[in-house]
Nanobody
Framework: QVQLVESGGGLVQAGASLRLSCAPS????????MAWFRQAPGKERDFVAA????????YYADSVKGRFTISRDNAKNTVYLQMNSLKPEDTAVYYC???????????????WGQGTQVTVSS
């Protein structure tokens, strides 16, 4: 079974940085777009960032523009989310997902990771 495994979450203070990683097991992802979503308690899953298969097209939610950076290393089969200047409102479970196109719609992604918790204290 194809799985996506996220890592790098944790508890930090406001203003700190974290880098999330996502790597698939049993399948390379070089031919797919990848994205990050997040879900806070009691809220819907929200789009954070997406990157095309070649890394040329990159898209961000307005709430994270200028603070978060998505990137991928196809040689390492890994996608990253560098998160700087974290705010308490960034607190959520962060999920990576694989899809055919880099779009902000969750139902366009066919494989998801289990999520990694990011908690930002004020």
């Amino acid at each position: 079974q194809v799985q996506l495994v996220e890592s790098g979450g944790g508890l930090v203070q406001a203003g700190a940085s974290l880098r999330l990683s996502c790597a698939p097991s049993r399948l390379t992802f070089n031919n797919y777009a990848m994205a990050w979503f997040r879900q806070a308690p009691g809220k819907e899953r929200d789009f954070v960032a997406a990157i095309t298969r070649d890394g040329v097209g990159i898209y961000y939610a307005d709430s994270v523009k200028g603070r978060f950076t998505i990137s991928r290393d196809n040689a390492k089969n890994t996608v990253y989310l560098q998160m700087n200047s974290l705010k308490p409102e960034d607190t959520a479970v962060y999920y990576c997902a694989r899809g055919l196109v880099a779009v902000p719609t969750p139902n366009q992604y066919d494989y998801w990771g289990q999520g990694t918790q990011v908690t930002v204290s004020s």
